[in-house]
């Protein structure tokens, strides 16, 4: 891909390892976490056919086969546009595409389904919860039922737990269970065990013990201490876990643990711990206050819904991403997008997105307490959100009203299911109570955001900083060619502030205060369209019943100093930025499919000034930036994101300085 430089190729390789993940679950059935995964891409924002639940919520989904499975609180349901209501006790199967429902699958149980994996054999799921009894015999709070008749299979008998179970999930022949309980068979297993997949027996593989209840302050609110949800890799050498509880085995693992789980026994990594969940938030409603996790298809990181109430500093009410194989005693996630006070619940990771539903009226919110903030943008009750920056993407059909949350979600093959307490997907536009369905097909690709590399064209706005002119010279990293006039692009070069150039259009800062996009190729520029994400007609001006709130967003603080930015530069989700005057290189992350602007600001000056830099364009892991007072072209190395070592000169044959410089094929 000549002069490009392409973030991973990561479009093309998430389609290619999503294909894999699929075609290794169904072949080998070696990790299961509720169901299959996704094909990469965003699912369409138009709903499917799905039955009608009535009542209760939706905790639990998965796909057995060619059948959805989903379990909760509800004791009705409706096949899709049928006029009969039926009996659904807290469990029911539909047929995809159809929303019919499975008319000999209608088991009764006598408590709330919590979770829902395949089962070991054909046309089986293993249901667990708080029940005890099914069709009115005792089975416990784990069964296994057949997905055609909906009566037991006897193969498999749980050993007797003693407690809710929360969350399952399936490596091999380990299933890895959790929930609020102290035994398991009788011995002592605090929120966490193993069982055979195949007989239900207990497994000693799993002896970690979860211990003390997140909010140890001895006021406020207090809930039974275990484990809220539990997810394995696909490789099975890691569990994520989460919950009510401050130590496992004795080590301080505030409300997440990270099992290693490759060897002969289950143990809690030494090397994996963060303190990142150890606020107590607001302590008089919630105890623990995490909520939902979800780990990437290919095992590399997990995110982490959670509620609590806006807390500065914390995070509280937010979606985090975090690296499974990071190594440290205070590791920090790779990136937060908080709501600005509403829950974040259900959470799925899939090859294009991480896929969030809860309470939240806007995400981008990092100074928001129950108001939209700068740079908040609508997203009422779910949102699509970058894996790589964690900025919501342009995907957003909205959940209104809202209700508690999205609890669940399942991503197949054919697109993403969810389970809530609500009935309408948009603004009262599609009645799907309870369950929705958003198929792939519809749906599109992610906005790519490669970037330019060498060799390639610098483009210089406004030369020398003054007039709308536009010149372009080739460069190929170390020889500058000829600078020609470019004519007839339709830009006020004298008005731009910063430019760049990424997966086949411009971005361009103005000095009126608004971010512009123009495709651009071949010396062509297409017509300019003002990115306000902030103000999505869709809901602006749509109240929440939250308050006296609509769902209208806030233009980012940067948006009012554009006029006193010098350059900017994109590089790996980030948008770096010079302001003029000051000695802070700064950047906010960004997203090219919504075109959202970041809420929060890094600084990554990294001990250098750079009052007399001008940032230009990146290349490779180099950013290029220009002297204010010479003119001349340098560059310094970007590791981690930030510039380190001394920088070097690139050219100084000519005058680089403009408006807007940026780096295009």
Request: proline share 5%.
């Amino acid at each position: 891909m000549g002069g490009l430089v392409a973030r991973g190729e990561r479009y093309v390789l998430r389609a290619v390892a999503a294909t894999l993940s699929v075609v290794a679950l169904s072949v080998s059935g070696l990790s299961v976490a509720g169901g299959s995964a996704q094909a990469a891409g965003l699912v369409a924002p138009t709903p499917g056919k799905t039955p009608a639940v009535l009542d209760g919520g939706i905790y639990a989904l998965t796909q057995v086969g060619d059948t959805i499975v989903a379990g909760g609180s509800f004791t009705k349901a409706r096949s899709w546009n049928g006029d009969k209501t039926e009996t659904r006790t807290r469990l029911l199967a539909f047929k995809p595409g159809t929303g019919t429902l499975v008319g000999s699958f209608a088991p009764k149980l006598n408590g709330t389904v919590y979770a829902l994996v395949p089962g070991p054999v054909a046309h089986s799921v293993l249901a667990a919860g708080a029940f005890k009894k099914l069709n009115g015999k005792s089975v416990g709070r784990l069964v296994l039922i057949n997905t055609l008749t909906g009566t037991r299979i006897n193969s498999f008998k749980a050993a007797s737990v003693n407690g809710r179970i929360s969350s399952l999930a399936v490596h091999g022949n380990r299933l890895y269970v959790g929930g609020n309980f102290t035994e398991v068979g009788g011995v002592a297993h605090a929120g966490l065990a193993s069982l055979n997949f195949t007989t239900g027996a207990l497994d000693p593989f799993v002896g970690n013990q979860v211990a003390q209840r997140h909010n140890d302050t001895g006021s406020g609110a207090r809930g039974a201490v275990g484990v809220t949800e539990l997810e394995v890799t696909p490789a099975g050498d890691r569990v994520v876990a989460i919950g009510n509880f401050k130590k496992v085995d004795g080590r301080r693992r505030d409300q997440v643990v990270v099992l290693n789980t490759g060897g002969s026994s289950s143990v809690v990594s030494p090397t994996w711990a963060t303190n990142a969940f150890s606020s107590y938030c607001h302590k008089r409603s919630f105890d623990s206050w995490v909520r939902d996790l979800s780990i990437s298809p290919d095992g590399s990181y997990f995110v982490v819904g959670s509620s609590g109430g806006a807390s500065k500093g914390a995070l509280c009410d937010s979606a985090a991403r975090f690296e499974t194989y990071a190594s440290g005693t205070k590791l920090g996630p790779t990136w937060v997008d908080y709501t600005g006070g509403d829950t974040v619940w259900g959470v799925q990771a899939t090859a294009d997105a991480v896929y969030v539903g809860g309470h939240m009226r806007w995400m981008n919110n990092i100074n928001g307490r129950d108001r939209a903030a700068q740079g908040a943008v609508p997203r009422p009750g779910i949102a699509a959100l970058d894996p790589e920056n964690g900025m919501p993407l342009a995907w957003n059909p909205g959940r209104h009203p809202r209700g508690e949350a999205v609890y669940t979600f399942l991503a197949t093959s054919a697109g993403l299911y969810l389970g809530s307490n609500t009935d309408w997907i948009g603004n009262f536009t599609y009645k799907r109570p309870r369950l929705a369905f958003f198929p792939l097909a519809g749906g599109r690709a992610v906005a790519g955001d490669y970037r330019a590399g060498l060799p390639g064209r610098i483009l210089i706005g406004s030369p020398g900083a003054s007039g709308d002119g536009l010149t372009s010279q080739s460069f190929d990293g170390t020889t500058v060619g000829a600078a020609t006039a470019v004519t007839d692009t339709g830009v006020p070069w004298g008005k731009t502030r910063g430019a760049f150039w990424i997966g086949g259009t411009l971005f361009y800062g103005r000095a009126n205060g608004w971010i512009y996009s123009r495709t651009y190729a071949n010396s062509t520029f297409g017509p300019a369209v003002k990115l306000d994400p902030y103000h999505d007609p869709q809901w602006a001006g749509v109240r929440t019943g939250s308050g006296n709130t609509t769902y209208t967003g806030a233009n980012p603080s940067l948006f009012a100093n554009l006029g006193s930015v010098s350059g900017m530069a994109y590089y790996r989700g980030r948008v770096y930025y010079t302001v003029a005057g000051s000695p802070v290189l700064r950047y906010r992350y960004f997203s090219a499919d919504s075109g959202t602007l970041g809420s929060q600001t890094f600084n990554a000056s990294n001990g250098i000034s750079w009052r007399k830099a001008q940032v230009a364009f990146t290349s490779g892991d180099y950013l290029y930036f220009v002297s204010r007072t010479t003119g001349k072209l340098r560059r310094i190395l970007l590791s981690a994101g930030l510039p380190t070592g001394p920088s070097t000169l690139v050219d100084g044959s000519r005058d680089w300085r403009g408006r807007a410089l940026f780096l295009a094929p």
